[in-house]
Each structure stands twice: as structure tokens, then as C-alpha cells.
């Protein structure tokens, strides 16, 4: 399952391997505060693009809810089942019970915690699939896969409910995400979806009694390494878990397009029994290349919380560097037209190009135009052209992709 926080990163999950696609809208969903958020009016086409795929597509709706919530709650709900959308991510009761009487399908957002079998037994009167926590080891999660085998445990669809575990993607310090430390800080609810992330700061802890500042080898002790299950994704697996899924979505297009590519080629790996320690090392090295901070399995192995980033933001071994703004496209030739807004363009550079109906193209300029001329660089201004294999459009961005080291923060 792909996050997606906007049209280029619906078709970055599409072009990649996604078997399903999961987004918020406007408010009351738990990335509320993003930038990239669909609105109500974009669920035909968010369903219409998924459907000519084969891909499921759910809203979440998994914010805390208050009476003067319930109107729109309802409308939303209201939506989602006349665009078509496959079924809602759901915690509050409200928006459980009023889906189930309009016969949308829901499934358990993590942020009900759900850690046991009779917790999803009772859930199972009102969904399809449950979230797990994501605190569970591997044999809690097995544990409770076996349990619905056991006890024959089936949702409203008359089918044996499906479990669902996060397999990639940021972590947070709190119990599946409850956290308060926004709300206490800024009035600004992380349970609402608009945690100001306080987490992810340096802070200093200091003796309130005798004033000392104590040094930590750590300056940030609150803000967990992401989460990454790729080279131990066969045991995930063999707990049988329905749906992997993948969190971000306020990551970039090429973040969903690189993470949803290597976790379908494990999966298809592991499925046929391909799955090695070389394509490990190479799944690894690509998803390095993207947005991270750090890696490591969670709970899943058993491990207490303590993976702990050393550094603010990303990562990421490489970085984008805006260029330019897409103008043309000649299909027949598969050249696109580009203009340069920002730095300049070199033969040999490796780019990337996003945009809402292309999704995520990424390539090297063998050779390039120039004022209709063969040119090795292209300046700032210029308008430049070169071979492209995907229909690019008009106001599609251009990024030279670059190691991490020549970029200054």
C-alpha cells in the first residue's frame, strides 16, 4: 500500500507496483497539515486513475473527532462511496458506525492500537482490515495473524479479516503516533494532524534541582530512525500479514516511486523465492538514495526503542536541485522541451522530472539542444531539449539530481 499526498506522487505509486493507495483530504486525516493534500473534489479522479490499474484506493479519516466534526464527517463519507473510492481508514467511532451504515467499507487505523485477537474480533463487526500497532515483535503480529485463521474471525464482506502492518517509513516517539507534546506546546493537535513535530528538535536536558545541563550523546532524544523491513521483509511476511504498508504521505513523488519499486521487487522476490543478501544490498542502496533518517526494523525484532537519528532532517545520499519547468513534448521524436529557471544543465547530469499526470521520470541527458544546437551545457534562461521515453507536460518540474555533499543545507 502507497501513501500519496498529491497527483505526481497517485501516479508515482501507480507506474511502481502499488496494489493500493492510500491519501487524506482537506482536514480530519492525520497529515492534515500538509501541503500536498487532496480536496473532495479530486475523488473521481483519484478513483478513476486507480481503477484503470486494478488499484484500490482508500481515504483516511483517522483524525480525532468532535461534535462539530460530525456534519462533515458524514459528508466526506457521503463522497467517498458516490466517487467510487474503495473503502475509508478509519478510529473514531463515529465515522466507523455512520461508514458501515451507508455500507463503505472501513479499515482499523493504527492509531486505535489494536495489539491483540479479541481486539480484532471486536473490530471485525464494523471492518474489513485492521492496522496493527506498529509496537508489535514479529511473533505478536504471527501470533495474531494465526488467531484469525484459528478462530475464523470475518468482517462485514463475509471474508477473513485482513491484517495490515507498516513496513517503511518515519517513525514516532509515542504509542502508534498518540502523542500530545504539539498540542502542549503550539495548541496545534498532532491527533488531529497537524503535529508541528517537536520531536524532531534538539533539546538539552537539564537538572532542574542544581542547574547542571547534562550531556547526551544524542542530541536528538526524541526523534526515532525510520523505519525499514526490507532485508528481513521474508519473516514479515511469513507472519501472515495481508498488506505492507508504506508511510509517507508527505514524502516527494520520488520517494514514493523508489520505496513502492524495491518493496515490490521484494515482495515478487520473496514470493518466488529469489529473495537474496545481494538484492538486499542493492533494495538498500536505492532506498538510502531517498529521504531517511537512518534505518532500522522497529519492534519487529524484538528490539527496544532506542535507534535514535543523530542529525536534522535527511539522510538521503542524494538530493534534487531544482532546474526548470517542462514546456513541450514531441511524441513522435520523444523529445522534451524544458526551460532552465535555476542553475545549469549538463550532458551527463542525472534528472528528474515530476508532475501530476507523469508521475516520476528519472534519467541521464546523454545529449541535449540548445537554441536548436548540440550543446554540453545549458545556462540559466535557456530553453533546452532532450530525449525523454514519457510523455512530459507543461509545468512538469526538472531536477538535477546530485550527491548528498555538494548540496548546502
Not at 478462530?151 to 502523542?179: Q, W, Y
Not at 541527458?365 to 535557456?382: L, T
Request: aromatic share 8%.
Amino acid at each position: 500500500m502507497a501513501p500519496a499526498g498529491g497527483f505526481d506522487s497517485l501516479q508515482a505509486a501507480l507506474d511502481n507496483g502499488a496494489d493500493s493507495v492510500y491519501f487524506g483530504v482537506d482536514q480530519l486525516n492525520m497529515r492534515a497539515r500538509a501541503t500536498m493534500n487532496f480536496t473532495l473534489g479530486d475523488l473521481e479522479e483519484i478513483a478513476e486513475r486507480c481503477g484503470e490499474r486494478g488499484v484500490k484506493s482508500y481515504l483516511t479519516l483517522n483524525a480525532i473527532i468532535y461534535n462539530h466534526d460530525l456534519s462533515l464527517i458524514k459528508t466526506v463519507v457521503d463522497r467517498v462511496k458516490e466517487a467510487g473510492i474503495t473503502a475509508i481508514i478509519a478510529s473514531d467511532q463515529a465515522v466507523i458506525g455512520y461508514a458501515k451504515s451507508q455500507d463503505v467499507d472501513v479499515h482499523i487505523s493504527t492509531q486505535l492500537n489494536v495489539t491483540n485477537i479479541e481486539t480484532v474480533k471486536f473490530y471485525s463487526l464494523f471492518a474489513n482490515v485492521m492496522v496493527l500497532s506498529r509496537e508489535l515483535s514479529l511473533r505478536q503480529v504471527q501470533e495474531i495473524c494465526e488467531g484469525v485463521v484459528r478462530e475464523d474471525v470475518r468482517g462485514p464482506n463475509g471474508e477473513l479479516v485482513k491484517i495490515e502492518v507498516f513496513g517503511h517509513g518515519a517513525l514516532c516517539m509515542a504509542v502508534s503516533g498518540k502523542c500530545y507534546l504539539s498540542l502542549h506546546t503550539t495548541n496545534s493537535s498532532a491527533n488531529r494532524g497537524a503535529c508541528v513535530q517537536n520531536c524532531r528538535r534538539k533539546y538539552k536536558v537539564i537538572d532542574l534541582e542544581d542547574g547542571h545541563e547534562l550531556e547526551l550523546d544524542n542530541e536528538y532524544i526524541m526523534s526515532p530512525k525510520d523505519l525499514c523491513t526490507i532485508d528481513f521483509l521474508d519473516q514479515l511476511v511469513d507472519t501472515g500479514i495481508s498488506v505492507l504498508k508504506i508511510e509517507g504521505r508527505g514524502r516527494a513523488p520520488e520517494y514514493v516511486a523508489t520505496v513502492i519499486k524495491c518493496y515490490r521487487e521484494a515482495l515478487d522476490a520473496v514470493a518466488e523465492g529469489t529473495y537474496t543478501e545481494e538484492k538486499v544490498a542493492d533494495w538498500m542502496s536505492r532506498l538510502e538514495k531517498v529521504y531517511n533518517r537512518g534505518f532500522w526494523g522497529g519492534y519487529f525484532l524484538g528490539q527496544e526503542l532506542g535507534e535514535w537519528t543523530d542529525a536534522s532532517g535527511s539522510k538521503a545520499t542524494v538530493k534534487k536541485v531544482f532546474l526548470g519547468k517542462g514546456m513541450h513534448y514531441y511524441s513522435k521524436a520523444k523529445i522534451g522541451q524544458f526551460k532552465i529557471e535555476a542553475q545549469q544543465l549538463r550532458k551527463g547530469d542525472n534528472i528528474l522530472i515530476t508532475g501530476p499526470t507523469t508521475g516520476v521520470i528519472e534519467t541521464t541527458v546523454e545529449s541535449m539542444r540548445v537554441d536548436d544546437e548540440e550543446a554540453d551545457i545549458a545556462a540559466r534562461g535557456s530553453e533546452v531539449t532532450f530525449f525523454v521515453d514519457k510523455v512530459i507536460r507543461a509545468s512538469d518540474k526538472l531536477y538535477k539530481v546530485v550527491p548528498a555533499e555538494e548540496v548546502q543545507d
